[in-house]
């Protein structure tokens, strides 16, 4: 269930890593569903970090490495330098241009969840069915919830 501790966390979160980058810039925005009030969630917070100047990104794995956050690569997302931290895993940093489609589709989703309260509940629910059944297939569980991100997606994109 949905846990109000969790834009505490991702603000403590943000501070530190802006703190531990300095002087590298980010543009850091809490995503995924421990960034939507009332929508059910694993305990992992997505941090979305987006930077202007791509010939930094050596500098951004480098800091985040020794910032605790173990660089994983792309992970079948091009354009995306995908991290995590904590054991058991607590946070995850995806690493992208600004603007980059990643970077709008992320925030977008995130805000059709947050202010569309039936799309939220047919989220949850998904997200509760595939939990149910994947509960140890993180893999089939994500692509699970793919085609629903994608239509709610493409229904926004249309609506603009």
């Known amino acids: 269930e949905y ?4 834009a505490e966390l991702y603000s ?12 590298l810039s980010l543009s850091l925005e ?4 421990t960034s939507v009030p009332a929508l059910v969630a694993k305990p992992v917070l997505d941090l979305l970090a987006g930077y202007e100047d791509p010939s930094l ?4 794995v480098a800091a985040l490495s020794e910032a605790g956050y173990r660089h994983r690569g792309e992970q079948g997302i091009p354009g995306r330098e995908f991290f995590r931290r904590g054991t ?6 995806h690493l992208t241009h600004i603007g980059a489609g990643f970077w709008q589709d ?3 989703f995130r805000n059709l969840l947050r202010t569309d309260p039936p799309l939220r509940a047919s989220y ?16 089939a569980y994500i692509e699970g919830k793919g085609p629903f991100i994608r239509a709610a997606l493409d229904r926004a994109r249309r609506a603009e």
């Open 3 to 6: 846990d109000a501790r969790w």
């Open 12 to 23: 403590g979160e943000a501070a530190r890593v802006t703190a531990v980058l300095a002087p």
């Open 30 to 33: 809490h995503i995924g569903s």
């Open 57 to 60: 990104i050596p500098a951004y």
């Open 88 to 93: 058991p895993r607590a946070y995850h940093l």
């Open 106 to 108: 992320q925030l977008l």
């Open 124 to 139: 949850a629910a998904l997200k509760r069915e595939l939990a149910a059944r994947y509960p140890r297939d993180r893999e």
